[in-house]
């Protein structure tokens, strides 16, 4: 597939993780938001291990991963030659250049296509649909992050690929497609994971983390729920507020 050609955009600055985190990216379109701060959250990467992402945008989940987990080795997966230029820059903006690389790629390529050795981490938050017929079509700005071209499957081989004998990946993804994600992830991985994401206790999860081994075989293991919201005034509970400052992680 042809890269994307991003349109003409102001960049704005913003921070994460209650500061300790820089990210430069579009004023509007596609913004850094609860669902990358969730993956990075959910990633328990040890220093000396490696973490690829699929479609790392800006590098929000990369940059809050380098934050929370010092001395992991960091790559990011990007096809739109503008959003992987600012990933680079916020390595560099965040100190990261190091130890953090982003390649402009195609997940529809497939991961051998990059030439580099799987990760110990395969991560991603994949675009949510695959039909364009599904919905209203959304702003170009937004189309990359919310359309997969080439469908749900083409990003789970990409990790399954990607990530070593024993390793782990991990996806933040619609609730409605956890269906979709285990049975596709389950061709060569397994002792899954699932953790619910509510926008209110009284409300159905809108969104799930899926944690996977490559090659596991354990059951598989449904998790506490985590609620971003309560209804007494607040904008987000306190376990959501404490991930979103980086006080508090998502283990599995």
């Known amino acids: 597939m042809e890269p994307v050609e991003t349109l ?8 994460l ?13 596609y913004r850094a938001g609860m669902d990358a701060a969730l993956l990075a959250a959910a990633v328990p990467a040890e220093a000396g291990q490696s973490v690829i992402e699929a479609g790392c945008g800006a590098g929000a989940v990369l940059m809050q991963i380098a934050a929370r987990r010092p001395g992991v080795t960091l790559t990011g997966v990007e096809r739109d030659p503008a959003m992987a230029a600012l990933a680079t820059e916020n390595a560099a903006l965040n100190g990261a250049a190091v130890f953090a690389v982003i390649r402009h790629g195609d997940v529809a390529a ?4 990059l030439g580099v050795a799987p990760a110990d981490w395969a991560i991603s938050n994949p675009p949510f649909f695959d039909d364009a017929t599904a919905l209203r079509a959304p702003a170009e700005g937004k189309r990359g992050a919310w359309m997969a071209d080439d469908g749900l499957k083409a990003w789970t081989d990409f990790l399954l690929k990607a990530v070593k004998e024993g390793g782990r990946i991990v996806v933040v993804h619609r609730a409605d497609r956890l269906a979709d994600l285990l049975a596709l992830l389950g061709e060569k991985a397994g002792s899954f994971a699932v953790r619910p994401i509510h926008p209110f206790a009284d409300e159905p999860a809108k969104r799930v983390l899926v944690h996977a081994i490559k090659t596991g075989r354990a059951p598989l293991r449904l998790l506490p729920p985590l609620i971003l919201h309560d209804r007494e005034g607040g904008k987000h509970t306190p376990q959501a507020e404490a991930i979103l400052r980086g006080e508090a992680s998502l283990g599995w």
């Not at 993780?17 to 990216?25: A, F, M, P, Y």
């Not at 497939?110 to 296509?113: I, K, V």
């Open 8 to 15: 003409p955009t102001t960049i704005v600055e913003n921070s």
């Open 17 to 29: 993780l209650n500061g300790r985190v820089r990210l430069r990216q579009p004023a509007r379109g």
């Open 110 to 113: 497939g991961f051998r296509a």
